[in-house]
């Protein structure tokens, strides 16, 4: 790019006028308004006062997911096993869009998504859901995408007929949930694509996508077909590990081919489940659950095999990002960096030890953290986590132990959104309640930070990755956080969005 650009009569949050110098896609230079000097090949864009900051990332994201999700069963009003069946009940009553799943819909599943079964007065079960779906396979998936329910059709074409409940946890269900994006690529690219440019109109500049596949085709694919509304680092699993250090792929390499948009990401390992499911792996036991299997929840991947795992992986040049929720978990993950004596980070962080918070700093492992998550779960944590609240979702311990923080959504978890991430962080509620613990709440500046990507401010040399603003974020309300009008978004200077 060799265009130059001067965004003019823009303001910084607190106020201070600047133009904004653009060259080569990155910001030569921000200077007080009218010191900008300009040729008749610059091209001004006037900004009338608007504010402009740092592009946000979303450092948590499933993008086929997430793209998947709007054309699914929504089950997120249930309130009950019996509610949920009826919204199916209700739904093949009506007949099932061919939009639901696959582009043959009647040839497949009904797939549902967004049950929360934490707080629910009666148990999902097979039984309950063959009562009204007959020979039509279902297959509902819970919010946290830890847990699957099946009813027999669904079992049996799944190889799982003799189980019991039709309540499939962990890779369980991560083996039927990998079935469920089944749909013509064509089609699926357009659907990521068109979740790109909603993000994009947030004033998102890029995404770390933690779908479970082998990323970089897929990416690579959509970029070249123009898909250039976003910066993508992808994440690689267990399952493909062989194959990236055989492709030479190594954390922060840039992909050929790409115009420089689509990055080598992390490598992801899931240790525990989720507290929702109750699978997340805590030192203590889950209340009614005492005396019970896997009473403490669930390690998917004990310490002694996520060292040696960790360790091939980061001698290969790749960044781990370990997942745990549960206290116990993270213990064990930051046991692990601190064994092999290396950095990245933790995803999700919910429950933390009170002698873990300045381990993170110490060890240089990043809490990568959902504050979305805790209004979502804050009922379910008080019920669950019973006396430790005060250690979960805990932002503004691990910043006041130096510890980094990088926000996201986990979406579809919660949805692809920054500025509701930026305020459940910021407010500690999401509705007309008092705050849930606001002693963990982190300023509006921080939460800034740790949604760009850790930039701070637009700087000379820095890329032009750039949010326009309507209105001063530092000086907003909750609900205007929540709302935040975006004018622009600038992605190496050129527009992904723009409403000027």
């Known amino acids: 790019m060799t265009e130059s650009v001067l965004l003019t009569g823009a303001r910084l949050p607190g106020g201070a006028r600047v133009d904004v110098h653009i060259a080569d896609g990155r910001i030569s230079s921000v200077s007080a308004a009218g010191d900008s000097s300009r040729d008749a090949s610059t091209q001004v864009i006037e900004l009338d006062g608007r504010y402009v900051i740092p592009g ?68 999902p079960h097979r039984g309950l859901l063959d009562a009204v779906t007959g020979e039509r396979a279902v297959i509902l998936v819970s919010a946290d995408l830890h847990c699957c329910w099946l009813n027999s059709a669904a079992l049996a074409e799944h190889g799982r007929a003799e189980h019991p409940t039709g309540l499939l946890r962990e890779e369980d269900c991560f083996a039927v949930t990998r079935t469920l994006g089944v749909v013509a690529t064509e089609t699926l690219d357009g659907w990521v694509r068109d979740t790109a440019r909603a993000a994009a109109a947030r004033g998102v500049v890029g995404v770390v996508d933690l779908e479970m596949s082998w990323n970089v085709d897929h990416w690579t694919r959509r970029i070249r077909a123009g898909a250039t ?68 929840g669930l390690l998917t991947v004990p310490y002694e095999e996520l060292v040696p795992l960790l360790r091939r992986a980061t001698q290969a040049g790749l960044v781990p990002a370990v997942h745990a929720i549960g206290d116990h978990a993270n213990t064990l993950a930051l046991d692990a960096f601190e064994r092999l004596g290396v950095g990245g980070s933790i995803e999700h962080a919910q429950l933390v030890a009170e002698a873990d918070f300045e381990r993170f700093a110490r060890l240089g492992v990043t809490a990568g953290v959902q504050p979305e998550h805790a209004m979502d779960d804050r009922d379910v944590a008080d019920k669950y986590w019973p006396g430790r609240t005060g250690r979960a979702f805990a932002l503004a311990s691990l910043l006041a132990a130096g510890a980094e923080l990088a926000l996201g959504s986990d979406a579809p978890v919660a949805p692809l959104d920054p500025w509701r991430t930026i305020a459940a962080a910021v407010a500690r509620t999401a509705d007309d309640r008092a705050p849930w613990h606001p002693e963990q709440a982190i300023s509006i500046e921080d939460a800034l930070v740790a949604s760009a990507d850790g930039r701070r401010a637009l700087e000379s040399g820095g890329p032009a990755d750039i949010a326009v603003l309507d209105i001063d974020p530092t000086l907003a309300g909750t609900d205007e956080l929540r709302r935040m009008p975006v004018a622009a978004t600038l992605l190496a200077g050129r527009f992904t969005h723009n409403e000027l």
């Open 56 to 123: 946000l990332w979303d450092k948590h994201v499933h993008a086929t997911q997430w793209a998947l999700v709007s054309r699914r069963l929504d089950l997120s009003a249930a309130e009950s096993a019996a509610d949920a069946v009826a919204i199916v009940a209700e739904r093949l009553r009506q007949g099932v869009a061919a939009s639901d799943v696959t582009d043959n819909a009647d040839a497949g599943p009904l797939v549902g998504y967004g049950f929360r079964d934490g707080l629910w007065p009666d148990a």
């Open 229 to 296: 509304e976003l910066r993508v680092r992808f994440g690689i699993y267990p399952q493909h590990l062989d194959r990236a250090i055989e492709a030479g792929l190594v954390s922060g390499a840039l992909i050929a081919g790409t115009d420089g948009l689509l990055e080598v990401g992390p490598f992801k390992v899931l240790t525990d489940g989720s507290l929702n499911t109750r699978t997340a792996y805590c030192f203590d036991e889950y209340p009614g659950l005492e005396g019970q299997h896997n009473s403490r």
